[in-house]
């Protein structure tokens, strides 16, 4: 039995924290707002992310970050992207050495175009960062519905040991020593379903979700590969894998927010009516700037981008997709 924190009461969050209590380990679970934390004590149920999932009594939930982290061998990060800097900084005095910190937070810096591993390790150099993704909506996992992910680490010891700690008969783990790729899959793969939930909204079919989730995979490889991140990772559950579920799911906050854009709704409004965090606009903004910085041509990501900040038409948007100039599909295939 490990002693775990889960900084970050989302649903994702809750859903681990039940998985991992499941499996035998004593559970902290960390919400920012003790408002928040005294409900799910009471209730024993987060009814505002994960209605009808009941959470553990096992479970201790508290809105104070060192109860929830002094004692714990490992904490799993599950705060929105952009509150990871903020939420590291008051995690750096009190986590002990060698302390291992999972991200399952997906999304790049916009600042610094770091990952959510690199400001683990900026600003916890004591820690060990690993990072936890793959195709897995929160209301599935809490609902024990098969699901398969990934663990990455530098340390291949350390990935198996988490590896041992997440898997349960309903939850596979695979490890890889690929933290890049994986995190640029998670984070990508969100300005991708934006756009895929734009071309539903717009009441497009089957025919251009299906080149939208391609095309950009193509994409996401295309600046990952170039970053460092291996081909191998694009192609499993981290990449293709975690891309395919996120368009096609209206569990999919990014899928649901591209959709109201579709019908005509700002970015602003999109993002009030999902009222969950939108991690696909946090790194769209990101994602343009990669791509500037190591002069990778991202068609789909740069017109989800014009559409959420400059105000472009979707409309126009897909017919300067459509009238690009003709290409070959794949350039290292021979004639």
Known sequence: MAKIGVIGAGSWGTALAILLNENGNDVTLWSHRES???????????????????????????????????????????????????????????????????????????????????????????????????????????????????????????????????????????????????????????????????ADGMGYGDNAKAALITRGMVEIGRLGIKMGGKPETFSGLTGIGDLIVTCASMHSRNRRAGILLGKGYTMEEAMREVNMVVEGVYSTRSAVRLAQKYDTELPIIEQVNKILFEGKDPKEAVSNLMLRDSHQENSLIPW
């Open 36 to 198: 928040e934390a005294e409900k799910i004590r009471q209730t024993h149920e987060h009814a505002s992310k994960l209605p009808g999932i009941r959470i553990p009594e096992q479970i201790t939930v508290t809105s104070d970050l060192e109860q929830a982290t002094c004692g714990r061998e490992i904490l799993v990060l599950v705060v929105p992207s952009n509150c990871v800097r903020e939420t590291c900084a008051k995690l750096a005095g009190i986590v002990a050495s060698g302390t291992v910190i999972v991200s399952a937070s997906k999304g790049i810096e916009e600042s610094t175009l770091k990952s959510m591993t690199d400001i683990v390790e900026e600003l916890i150099p004591q820690s060990v960062a690993a990072v936890l993704s793959g195709p897995s909506h929160a209301e599935e996992v809490a609902r024990r519905l098969p699901t398969t992910c990934v663990i990455g680490a530098r340390e291949e010891e350390t990935a198996r040991m988490l590896q041992k700690l997440f898997m349960s008969p309903v939850f596979r783990v695979y490890i890889s020593p690929d933290m890049l790729g994986i995190e640029l899959g998670g984070a990508l793969k969100n300005v991708i379903a934006l756009a895929a939930g734009i």
